[in-house]
């Protein structure tokens, strides 16, 4: 604590990002709190339904439950190409003697491109006519049964939406798992190898428990970030064909600023945020409680 | 190779020779980049493709010719000009309030100090697991009753406003490194907390602006859901806006000269990064060491 600081001063550093946060991101939470206990399409007077929205969620709504169904889908698929690729990378990354920059750079790469542009690309890869890179890879390889439209196919449409987000991030997290790797001390890891441990007990018995902190960190933030995940499954089929790729966000978007039902908008975006915190208390009540025994 | 075997002594290397597994290991790496990377080489490849050319061709061979046309064509029909511009207009006005008013926040928080410090500190961090998607609905409607619906700032206030817990919390951690009798020092000597924000505390923190600034500018230029929610006038479409325009405005889509519009817009973000990568690559290593 500084000794010559006044009141003043700390309200003068302080107030700024307090009112432009509360503006922004505290106030819209309250707000939407509220409204989801209203009926409002935005122009009659907003009406007072008590718990209805909630109601009407919970038990009443078919595509609600496929929408959260999908959401977890999306997150399972996102999750394996981002930190299972990421972990994989980031350890593989120690057999290479030079170069490393340079690899990590193309791998990030991705990171650095719009969802637009990912959405134009991905519709071209997964695309039948003209044939796109994806079918014409599986009719070189000689699995030219397995072509098809993968984003009108209701059984494929999910894991198709789902392999951009992960495509895209990977190189983030393994870039945060590298930089942990790096700072494992390698007496530990050079005994081990002495004693004959195969490369896979080094890497299950000391490695991944030493960067236990950091990949619990990199979990959350991928876990948070995947729940929010909208751009491109709003954009490659907004949620389409049916709603076999609609997403929780995707779906509060179209109700919001499509049925322009602001209420029960309202109440699924509460519930986004809910199911976020849940995900977050639950990754650290797993997490903790394997710590215990 | 003499100058080689010299420098590695030839016992070590018989020792350890280039087992299977490192093989294979560094060509799995090589494939996985490759995943990486061919996509965006085949979407600077189709680019320059002739329209017949990617229509009837193979995908993964190289252009049979290369022209220039469907460039010429991306900024004829589009407004890519006008995109761009805006787009530097958001990425600057919301970098701006990004690291002013997160280096404030945590100069109060973790410099200065006051009583309830540690409740604001967490009321800044929850931000960063709030999706954004609860802020759409109440700041549209907002918007439209104060007339901020469709101006640059509709965007800028929420891109920086959650933004703003990282940032809190990069510069925060940063602050705690500054050793304390620094601070003591120049408070004896009379400097007061204004003085000491902008003498020694700012000079220092040259390094972590830059990687905040970097880092946050690639989600704000590429940013979709805030320009496409809160933006309706074409001449405040942001790259992201312009581009998803392209494919309505063309009427039957023209990708080539779609993709020639797509390499235009990632390649300002694409050179700073990959002539800044060092910085960006150790401002997310050292984030994620300190967390």
């Known amino acids: 604590m500084l000794p010559s600081r006044s009141r003043l001063s700390v309200l003068v550093f302080l107030l700024p990002p307090l009112l432009i946060y509360g503006i922004a991101v505290l106030l819209p939470i309250l707000q939407s709190l509220f409204l989801s206990f209203f009926s409002w399409d935005g122009t009659t007077s907003p009406t007072f339904v008590g718990t209805a929205n909630y109601v009407r969620l919970l038990v009443g709504d078919d595509i609600f439950w496929q929408a959260f169904t999908n959401t977890l889908i999306y997150v399972a698929i996102s999750l394996v190409i981002q930190i299972g690729g990421a972990l994989l990378v980031a350890n593989l990354l120690f057999t290479l003697t030079r170069g490393h920059a340079v690899v990590k750079t193309l791998y990030l790469l991705p990171a650095v491109i719009s969802t637009v542009a990912i959405a134009f690309l991905f519709q071209r890869i997964y695309s039948v006519q003209p044939e796109g890179l994806l079918n014409q890879l599986l009719h070189g390889v000689g699995l030219g049964q397995l072509q098809q439209p993968w984003l009108s196919n209701v059984r494929t449409v999910l894991a198709a939406v789902s392999i951009p987000e992960g495509w895209r991030f990977t190189g983030l997290y393994m870039l945060i798992l590298h930089a942990a790797l790096l700072a494992v001390p390698t007496e530990l890891e050079e005994a081990a190898r002495l004693d004959g441990a195969s490369r896979w007990r ?11 902190p950091v990949w619990i960190t990199t979990l959350i933030m991928a876990v948070t970030y995947d ?27 179209k109700t919001a600023f499509t049925s322009t039902d602001y209420g029960y908008a309202s109440s699924i975006s509460v519930f986004i945020v809910v199911e976020c915190l849940v995900a977050v208390a639950l990754i650290f009540l797993l997490l903790r409680r394997r710590d215990q025994s | 190779m003499t100058a080689l075997s010299a420098a590695h002594p030839v ?6 020779p280039v087992s299977p597994f490192i093989v294979l290991s560094r060509a799995l790496i090589g494939l996985i980049v490759a995943v990486q990377v061919y996509p965006l080489l085949w979407l600077f490849l189709t680019s320059v493709r002739t329209e017949q050319d990617y229509t009837e061709g193979n995908p993964f061979a190289l252009p049979a010719s290369v022209t220039l046309g469907n460039y010429v064509r991306a900024f004829r029909v589009g407004n890519l000009g006008r995109n761009i511009v805006n787009s530097l207009i958001v990425t600057f006005g919301a970098n701006l309030l990004i690291v002013a008013l997160g ?20 009321v800044f961090l929850l931000g960063i697991v709030v999706p954004v998607q609860i802020a759409l609905v109440p700041l549209f409607i907002d918007y439209s009753r104060v007339g901020l619906l469709d101006t640059y700032g509709s965007m800028i206030l929420p891109l920086a406003a959650f933004a703003l817990p990282m940032s809190v919390y990069l510069f925060g951690s940063f602050f705690g490194y500054v050793p304390r009798e620094a601070y003591e020092a120049a408070s004896l000597d009379g400097a007061g907390p204004y003085r000491i924000f902008f003498g020694i505390t700012l000079p220092l923190s040259i390094n972590t602006i830059v990687t905040v600034v970097l880092v946050n500018s690639i989600f704000i230029w590429n940013d979709f859901i805030f320009a496409n929610t809160f933006v309706l006038s074409d001449g405040l479409k942001t790259i ?15 990708w080539t000269a779609t993709f020639a519009a797509v390499c235009v817009t990632i390649t300002p973000l694409l050179l700073v990064f990959l002539v800044l990568n060092r910085a960006v690559i150790q401002g997310i290593e050292s984030g994620a060491s300190k967390g």
């Not at chain 1, 909208?230 to 978007?253: A, R």
């Not at chain 2, 280096?103 to 967490?122: C, E, K, N, P």
């Open chain 1, 202 to 212: 080094v890497f299950t018995a000391i490695r991944f428990p030493y960067i236990r």
């Open chain 2, 11 to 16: 016992v070590q290397r018989r020792r350890r």
């Open chain 1, 227 to 253: 729940l929010r995940g909208f751009d491109i499954p709003y954009l490659l089929t907004n949620g389409g064909p049916g709603q076999s790729s609609e997403l929780l966000t995707t779906y509060m978007y």
């Open chain 2, 240 to 254: 992201p806006l312009g581009l998803q325009n392209y494919i309505g405005a063309m009427g039957k889509v023209d």
């Open chain 2, 103 to 122: 280096m404030m926040a945590a100069y109060a928080i973790t410099v200065l100090g006051f009583r309830f410090s540690g409740a604001v500190r967490a």
